[in-house]
């Protein structure tokens, strides 16, 4: 199987899947081109956003979206900003203060009692997920369910939408004095324009008004307005997953508490606590919601009548270690997972009574260059038949062939490695010599298209800023 796989050399580019195989381009005058060229590829714009962001305009040139309910910030006199900062200090000080006296009793009371009294595992949680989101100029995009538009959060909390039909930005950015420390989004399905931000607070609702353009020569626009939905004891959000039919909104604390929100009236219910969520996410059907947390353990909820199970995790990895990563297969019977600096790709079935099994393990050694790699993310093709996987320490990406459950005999694994994918050199509109000093950059998100007809189509973003995608050109099972 080894020798199938081959690296694209330092030279190629990665720009699409046709017939099967990932076509990789040199230059301009490359005869693979013919070969895109015949399949009727698609050429798709190369977008870059900007690592220094003073202010919105640097990238629009043009009006923000003000919030209607909020003052805008040059009304807040100079006395309220005062005691705004000094209560900020006084909260700062008396954090550090908490951490210090954590740290010199971790040491002496049991672990368990330790993590259930003081919030070092949290702070350090959040201080990680922080560092990660200004290492990079953006690291979070998110797909409209049925248009083909998404949402880039740059690391200065400031919402931009890219509307890929015209290939344009939209003029009007998200932006609100709330909206703080972004950790996670996600559009609403079936329900609408409406985007929700998880923030170190609470979670920004925004519901946008897309505007139909009077000429062929204007630009697309919207109108947007804000909720903001909190419940003390619950900030710190790092995941939050809408049902798949936007009946309620399930958001996940380091704090230590899951709340499944009925976003129409703007209240939640508590579904636990004194659990320190990494991440959540819903089976496709809304079957399931499947939660992992700081300490290790896996837990998954039916959601007839909320009962839930503990998947046992002994035969997969040795020590305690979050979900860092999942994304379920399109039938909603199995999620393929990696844990925190995990190498290898498990495969957890989950039946309808809440049994479960771990199918073979993916350690991927016999592929090249990708052996002992760290896995960063996960991401699923709406068909169920692409699965993509990002990496920590290295630029390149492996596409596999996926399958569900019922589509193989018990004890088989799911996947099968399609290719090496190799994305753009190094590009940084402020210092044009990184091109040279610099790596190729790494992917910092990868996302599937949920509307594209002619297979599946990943979006790329690079720690420099880049965006790019690529198209799988294939006609799913079944269609």
């Known amino acids: ?26 230059k301009a005058s490359d005869p693979n081109i013919e070969v895109y060229v015949r399949a009727e590829g698609v050429l798709f714009p190369q977008l870059q956003i ?7 305009e640097t990238l629009h040139q043009s009006r923000r979206v003000i919030v209607q309910n909020l003052p805008p910030r040059n009304v807040l006199s100079k006395t309220a900003q005062k005691i705004k900062d000094f209560v900020d200090c006084q909260f700062k000080c008396a954090r550090v203060i908490i951490g210090d006296f954590a740290r010199i009793f971790t040491d002496i ?21 922080h ?10 995009l998110v797909w409209h369910p049925y248009i083909s538009l998404f949402a880039v959060a740059h ?49 920004c609702l925004w519901e946008l008004t897309f505007n139909q353009k009077k000429s062929s020569g204007e630009s697309s626009s919207f109108n947007a307005w804000m909720r903001y939905l909190n419940c003390p004891g619950h900030e710190n959000i790092v995941s939050l997953a809408w049902h798949p039919h936007g009946y309620s909104l399930a958001t996940g604390s380091s704090d230590g508490s899951i709340i499944l929100w009925n976003t129409s009236f703007g209240n939640g219910a508590v579904l636990t606590t004194r659990r320190k969520v990494a991440f959540l996410s819903w089976s496709p059907v809304g079957e399931f919601l499947f939660s992992s947390f700081l300490d290790g353990r896996i837990e998954v909820y039916e959601t007839q009548r909320w009962t839930s199970k503990v998947i046992n995790t002994s035969s997969q990895i040795s020590s305690r270690r979050p979900v860092q990563t999942a994304c379920w297969t399109a039938d909603g019977r199995a999620l393929f997972l990696s844990f925190c600096e995990d190498q290898c790709i498990r495969c957890l079935s989950i039946s309808p009574n809440l049994d479960s099994e771990w ?14 790699r760290t896995i960063e993310q996960l991401a699923v093709d709406p068909t169920g038949e692409r699965l993509a996987v990002c990496f920590k320490d290295t630029a390149l990406l492996v596409i596999f062939h996926a399958k569900r459950p019922t589509q193989v005999s018990r004890g088989s694994s799911l996947l099968s490695a399609q290719g090496i994918v190799r994305g753009p050199s190094w590009n940084d509109p402020s210092d044009p010599g990184a091109v040279v000093t610099r790596t190729d950059p790494k992917a910092v998100s990868i996302n599937f298209a949920h509307q594209f007809t002619r297979g599946a189509l990943l979006s790329l973003m690079w720690e420099d800023g880049q965006i790019s995608f690529l198209p799988f050109l294939f006609r799913p099972i079944g269609k």
């Open 131 to 140: 560092n990660i989101k200004n290492q990079y100029p953006s690291k979070i």
């Open 359 to 372: 199918f073979p393990k993916e350690d991927m050694s016999y592929i090249p260059n990708c052996a002992g």
């Open 1 to 26: 199987m080894a020798t199938q796989i081959q690296t694209p050399n330092p030279a190629e580019v990665t720009v699409a899947e046709i017939d099967g195989r990932l076509l990789q381009l040199k």
């Open 109 to 129: 009371l049991p672990n368990f009692l330790s993590n259930s009294i003081f919030d070092v595992d949290t702070i350090h949680h959040m201080q990680l997920l």
């Open 50 to 56: 900007p690592n220094n962001l003073k202010s919105p």
């Open 155 to 203: 690391n200065v909390d400031v919402i931009f939408l890219y509307d890929l039909r015209v290939e344009a930005w939209f003029p009007e950015v998200l932006e609100t004095t709330l909206q703080k420390e972004i950790t996670c989004m996600a559009w609403k399905p079936l329900g609408g324009n409406i985007l929700a931000v998880g923030c170190q607070r609470g979670i």
